[in-house]
């Protein structure tokens, strides 16, 4: 988690660094597509630094008021990250609507579009290096910043091209109209986020490979059981809880069906951050589905 906060703290610096650099760029061009770039890394910021504070909330060991933890705390600031980029496509809509009434020459656009580069390339190199320790460490916080600036690199790089194609043809309406595709691809990026988020804090099961991957490791721990079924799972961030019923042969003993489920726990744990809740029952109860313990 120390290593997830790190992170955060870094994205910060580079998101400041890469809005002073497009900052810089628009300052040179005038160029609305270029602001609408800049206003996208002004958003990042923001969305680092919400991302900073709940990684540190979501560190917060469980106390009486939240027994299971603060990890659903990373989904409020990817809900956060997803309004505040509603937000900056609904202004960028506005410039280019002005743009589009009274279309502008963009000036000194090769010094412009060079700045913009380097800070699309620092973009790049930060976004995926977030996406690849949010995938590893399980957390949306990271994930979601990562993937916002992927977004922000693709959007970039299409501002460039097209600014390029405007100076080549003289067709200026290009500045404004690639300002309004900037903002389209926001709104939607903001929304797929929100939607992530949402599914977090309604308790959504994990994806189907990582079920399958619990369900394969608790089939090959629970030696001595008969079977496992109604095997339910939700993830809050990194953390996946598990809840089953645990079917043993009716003579066995208390300490011998406890032992089974230490075993399953210290397989899971060692894959995943897990806490498991574990229902022991005799093997009347068994469905005869669900997961087939291997012996």
Request: glycine share 6%; aromatic share 6%.
């Amino acid at each position: 988690m120390k290593a997830s906060i790190r992170l955060a703290a870094y994205t910060v610096a580079v998101g400041v660094l890469v809005f002073l650099l497009k900052l810089g760029a628009w300052w040179i061009t005038g160029s609305i597509a270029l602001y609408s770039d800049a206003l996208e890394s002004l958003i990042n910021i923001a969305a680092a630094i919400a991302a900073l504070v709940a990684l540190n909330l979501s560190a917060q060991p469980a106390d009486r008021n939240h027994p299971f933890g603060h990890h659903k705390a990373e989904y409020l600031s990817a809900v956060l990250e997803g309004t505040l980029v509603v937000a900056a496509s609904l202004s960028i809509f506005r410039e280019a609507y002005y743009g589009f009434l009274a279309p502008q020459v963009v000036e000194a656009p090769a010094m412009g579009l060079l700045v913009n580069g380097i800070a699309t390339a620092v973009n790049a190199v930060w976004g995926f290096l977030l996406v690849r320790a949010g995938r590893a460490r399980r957390s949306p916080a990271l994930l979601a910043d990562g993937k916002h600036l992927f977004a922000d690199v693709v959007t970039s790089i299409g501002v460039i091209l097209g600014l390029s194609l405007a100076q080549v043809t003289g067709w200026t309406i290009l500045d404004p109209m690639l300002a309004a595709i900037v903002a389209v691809n926001i709104l939607w990026m903001g929304f797929g986020l929100v939607r992530v988020s949402v599914g977090g804090l309604m308790d959504e099961s994990v994806d189907p490979q990582t079920l399958e991957r619990l369900r394969e490791i608790i089939s090959r721990s629970a030696s001595g059981a008969i079977e496992v079924h109604d095997l339910r799972t939700r993830q809050a961030a990194r953390m996946i809880f598990v809840e089953f019923h645990l079917v043993v042969p009716s003579d066995m003993t208390v300490a011998a069906s406890h032992h089974i489920c230490d075993c399953i726990e210290e397989a899971l744990t060692a894959e995943f951050d897990v806490e498991a809740i574990i229902h022991v029952e005799p093997e009347n109860e068994a469905k005869l589905q669900g997961v087939v313990v291997l012996h």
